[in-house]
């Protein structure tokens, strides 16, 4: 056996459910360590407009898992981080961890005059790159660390030191560097999270094509009240409400080209998202074109719920294309009736692909050799000794499960320090 056991938890991703697993430990009396990617916590659910099946705004969660967060000294979080390596074994892993600069420091009161001193937009990836944003930005309303960034290609403009000089408080640092922080830690907790699917690999479906070929996640973005429209569900090809939407299940899921898996959550997402568009355009008709339904538990109801919409309109069927309708802007879907395999066209103004969870690991793996199952999740919740995986990362689920998730991670991890 080699050196003295180490007290600390890494938690590696500060969605869901590496911040449950997080706050768990700590609560329990463990130092822990949150390493998240992006400059903000809260992952993908930050990004959502409402939670199936209560219908009810995601921020509530999220803001008592940040509270929980902020009020405990026992959680060191770092964003715009990642794990560069970590060597050693249960109880005694060293961990480097490498912290990009945000080029704002804790003196920033959000006023935003950096933000009005340049002429820089990026695109806002907050909202999947649908609007621009200024290269001095919040990364979104209620982000936690609430503080602004600057994207370092502004650093490295000629605007740069305007920038600096319109800051009222001194928060710009033009010359942070990155950072690279060593750590000892007893238990790691990898809760990576999941990537939407690449629809631009899905070439029957017009997606980077036509406008109106829109992902779900996109849509959560589009009828948010912070997203890029305000909340206004649209034809981004040219501003008007859609008259028709029609959402495409299994949008490269369930299929071996692409993801063989089911996610488990977009069947319940397009029925949600179907609310959003009935409460906004009440008498537009809408379509989900579905192989099988998914809506497991207690989410039937929310299904029986939304059957009951005689607008919406429930399609047995898969679709095989996606195109645009000649001498018309709307576009048409090939879709066989999976009972009667008849070919039907049905036009619709606005086209929702339901695109499936891809595990993280499937383009960033950890930095030492795990295991991962067939389709690229971490196999289970015990990776390996002293090693454990939360939430998307190890199944496509709903925030529920991996809450659950993350608490039995905080425990394995906890359990791991003590027995030894
Ligand atoms: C269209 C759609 C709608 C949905 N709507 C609902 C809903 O209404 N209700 C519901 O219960 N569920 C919903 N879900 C599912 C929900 O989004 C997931 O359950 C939830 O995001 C899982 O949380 P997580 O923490 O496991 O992963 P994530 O939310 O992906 O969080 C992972 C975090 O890890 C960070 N990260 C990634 N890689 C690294 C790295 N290498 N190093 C450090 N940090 C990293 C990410 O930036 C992120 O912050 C929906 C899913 C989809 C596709
Ligand atoms: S960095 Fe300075 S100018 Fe920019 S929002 Fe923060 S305090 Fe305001
Ligand atoms: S949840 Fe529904 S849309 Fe998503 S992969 Fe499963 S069956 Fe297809």
Redesign the pocket.
Known sequence: MGGPVSQSILVVGGGMSGMTAAIEAAEAGYEVFLVEKNSYLGGRVAQLNQYFPKLCPPYCGLEINFRRIKNNPKIKVFTLATVESIAGQEGEFDVAILQRPRY?NE?????????EATTMEIDNPFNYGMDKIKA?Y?PHDMAFPM??V?DPALVQSPEAQKVKE????D??DLDMQPQKIELKVGAIIWATGWNPYDARKLDTYGFGVYPDVITNVMMERMASWNGPTQGKIIRPSNGEPPKTVAFVQCAGSRDENHLPFCSGVCCLASMKQATYVREQIPDAKIYIFYIDIRAKDRYEDFYNRVKEDENVIFFKGKVAKIEQQEGSDQLVLRVENTMTEELHEIAADLVVLATGMEPTTATEPLPIPVAYDDYQFLPGLVVQPGIYAAGCVRTPTNVAEVVQDGTAAALKAIQSISRR
């Open positions: 704002v003196k920033c009161t959000c006023c935003g005059k950096c933000a001095a919040l503080r602004y600057i319109a800051c009222p408080y928060a710009i």
